[in-house]
């Protein structure tokens, strides 16, 4: 039986929806039998599944085999003048088990296989080759960034005509002018990261504007990458993409 028609099976019993029958099914309890065999604690055990819940299922599995006996005494009355028939239903049984065992490795391989395919298409991007002090700069300037304060233009919230972006605070009366704590921060120079870091991108790499396939010749894959204009085309762009890849040359903005 697949997983979907063994959490179907599970669903029709009362107090297990789709959640439990699935939680069920990862714990290892792929069929009935298995449920019926199991005790209230191994139940417990499971997420979602309480004592009261636990006892519920054993109970309904108690009223169905008391419903079940006298079809049962009857089968065994049957079965005693034909034992030749269970000898022949036996093996068939067996040949169903060693078909899902069969099946099973199968779909796990297809699985596997899968998974290494969308491997294989994805690819590591490229970095560059940079030294331990240049490093240790970036790594300075990130921790600069996040505690820098957004930079809002002053009586910014005052009236819906002023725009956020930031300007340079003027008047005898301003307050944010005068540095008074209770208003936002100014742009100051202690905020700016290491100079020899300034404009290089987070990756490492210095950035090249680039608008056609020549502009590539000039660029040095080790420490630096391309970034492609908004006013190339489409056509223009699969050019420089394709030449980029010859030349091991990274494209910021794929």
């Known amino acids: ?34 449920l019926k065999e199991a005790d209230v604690k191994d139940l417990t055990k499971v997420d979602g599944i309480t004592e009261n819940i636990a006892k519920n299922i054993k109970n309904q599995f108690k009223e ?9 005494q009857k089968k065994e009355k049957v079965d ?19 078909k899902k065992i069969e099946e099973k490795p199968e779909k796990e391989d297809k699985e596997e296989t899968e998974a290494e395919e969308e491997e294989e298409k994805y690819k590591v991007k490229k970095k560059p080759k940079l ?15 996040s505690r820098t304060p957004d930079f809002l233009r002053e009586e910014w919230f005052r009236y819906k005509k002023i725009p956020k972006n930031w ?12 540095n008074l704590k209770y208003r936002p921060s100014k742009v100051r120079v202690g905020f700016r990261g290491p100079r020899k870091v300034r404009g290089l991108h987070s990756s490492g790499f210095e950035e090249v504007m680039v608008y056609n396939v020549n502009d590539l010749e000039g660029i040095d894959p080790k420490k630096q990458a391309a970034r492609i204009g908004s006013s190339v085309g489409t056509k223009k762009r699969n050019d420089i993409e394709k030449k980029a890849n010859e030349l091991d040359v990274r494209i910021l903005n794929l």
Not at 80 to 98: F, L, Q, R
Not at 131 to 145: D, F, G, H, P, Y
Not at 167 to 178: A, F, L
């Open 64 to 72: 169905k085999i008391k419903g079940e006996k006298p079809k049962t």
């Open 167 to 178: 300007r340079k605070p003027d008047g005898i009366t301003s307050k944010m002018r005068i």
């Open 1 to 34: 039986m697949t997983k979907k028609e063994i959490i179907d099976e599970l669903t029709k019993i009362q107090g297990i929806g789709k959640a439990k029958a699935e939680a069920l099914y990862k714990k290892g309890y792929d069929s009935i039998e298995k």
């Open 80 to 98: 005693k003048s034909k034992p030749a028939e269970d000898k022949v239903e036996k093996p068939k049984a067996k040949k169903k088990i060693e």
């Open 131 to 145: 030294s331990k002090e240049t490093v240790k700069r970036l790594n300075l300037r990130k921790e600069i960034k």
